[in-house]
């Protein structure tokens, strides 16, 4: 009986290539991604939101996700003619990115209640 063979994923491929090339970062990604199942299943969305503030205060990285490398590069240099390569990791450590970050933080908790209500609503409906 021929056993019929399903085809691998473009991600399953990139594991094999990448497992077999890197096995270290392969474990790392693994057990990070085992890491953050564990802290959600025990803390919840809360503790994920913890966890990312923690992140951001050690070494800034969630800001890392929202910022641009090309749009501040093209902005210091298109309004002040400045190209510096530490300006991404400046501008994190900056009064007006700090706000920006408390601020986001606060509408996404505003916007979490409102698609609530919209879900109950449209649940009850």
């Known amino acids: 009986m021929d056993e019929e063979l399903t085809p691998l994923t473009p991600e399953q491929i ?15 990604k693994n057990a990070a991604k085992g890491l953050i199942r564990e802290f959600h299943k025990r ?3 809360l503790g994920l939101v913890d966890l ?25 240099f298109e309004k002040h003619g400045v190209f510096d390569p530490d300006m991404i990791t400046k501008i994190q450590f900056t009064e007006a ?14 916007a979490a209640s409102l698609a609530i209500e919209e879900v109950i609503k449209t649940e009850n409906s």
């Open 14 to 28: 990139t594991n094999i290539i990448f497992s077999a090339i890197d096995p270290e970062t392969t474990f790392r």
């Open 52 to 76: 990312l503030i923690a992140i951001d205060n050690t070494d800034r990285f969630a800001s890392l996700i929202v910022l641009e490398r090309n749009e501040v590069d093209n902005h210091a």
């Open 97 to 110: 990115w700090e706000n920006f970050v408390h601020d986001t933080i606060h509408q996404s908790g505003q």
């Open 43 to 45: 803390f919840g969305d």
